[in-house]
Antibody
Framework: QVQLQESGPGLVKPSQTLSLTCTVS??????????WGWIRQPPGKGLEWIGR???????RYNPSLGSRLTISLDTSNNQFSLELRSVTAADSAMYYC?????????????WGQGTLVTVSS | QSVLTQPPSASGTPGQRVTISCSGS????????VSWYQQLPGTAPKLLIY???ERPSGVPDRFSGSKSATSASLDISGLQSEDEADYYC?????????FGGGTKLTVL
């Protein structure tokens, strides 16, 4: 059973860069048929897809965030990472990493427990 | 404003059947499969239904999904107290994944 665990700072200052890492255990990050992605949830609100990266390292981002976003793969450590630049208070949220089944009819199969990020000075 | 539209709340008594709707468009539900997620209070979402109407192992058969045109539904039969949670639908939409705003299910 694959497990995902998010890690990173819980507090980020406005205009700075939010950096999170997702460590995958119980399975290889290079396994085919999966994408590795990020989803966030502001307090008391719904889910928003941030983006994903394929096992070959090809990213795809939510157009609403794309210019501020980088998702990358670290196969040597079985991890993938998120960088969101120029953050504002609107980026405060619980951030989840998830394993996604490949394809437009895929699904978010496994989720991390989430990590809360607050943007504040 | 979510791309997929869900009722903000639903309720039922133990043993009842409850249906949660998810309305979209031709570019998301109308073209692609739908998945559903259950989020218990203070926890991460959990996959409940995939490929519109398939259940992962371990999900009770009280949960079922369906789709017609640009709308999808999650049915919960034999409602139990542990079903009290937030439920989200999701689908691929052209260039991104989109979610419904979530439905808070209360078991009375």
């Amino acid at each position: 059973q694959v497990q995902l665990q998010e890690s990173g700072p819980g507090l980020v200052k406005p205009s700075q860069t939010l950096s999170l890492t997702c460590t995958v255990s119980g399975g290889s990050i290079t396994s085919h048929n999966y994408f590795w992605g990020w989803i966030r949830q502001p307090p008391g609100k719904g889910l928003e897809w941030i983006g994903r990266i394929s096992t070959s390292g090809s990213p795809r981002y939510n157009p609403s965030l794309g210019s501020r976003l980088t998702i990358s793969l670290d196969t040597s450590n079985n991890q993938f990472s998120l960088e969101l630049r120029s953050v504002t208070a609107a980026d405060s949220a619980m951030y989840y990493c998830a394993r996604t089944i490949v394809g437009v009819s895929g699904w978010f199969e496994s989720w991390g427990q989430g990590t809360l990020v607050t943007v504040s000075s | 404003q979510s791309v997929l539209t869900q009722p903000p709340s639903a309720s039922g008594t133990p043993g009842q059947r409850v249906t949660i709707s998810c309305s979209g468009s031709s570019s998301n539900i109308g073209s692609n499969a739908v998945s559903w997620y259950q989020q218990l209070p203070g926890t991460a979402p959990k996959l409940l239904i995939y490929s519109t109407n398939e259940r992962p192992s371990g999900v009770p058969d009280r949960f079922s999904g369906s789709k017609s045109a640009t709308s999808a539904s999650l049915d919960i039969s034999g409602l139990q107290s542990e079903d009290e949670a937030d439920y989200y639908c999701a689908a691929w939409d052209d260039s991104r994944w989109v979610f419904g705003g979530g439905t808070k299910l209360t078991v009375l």
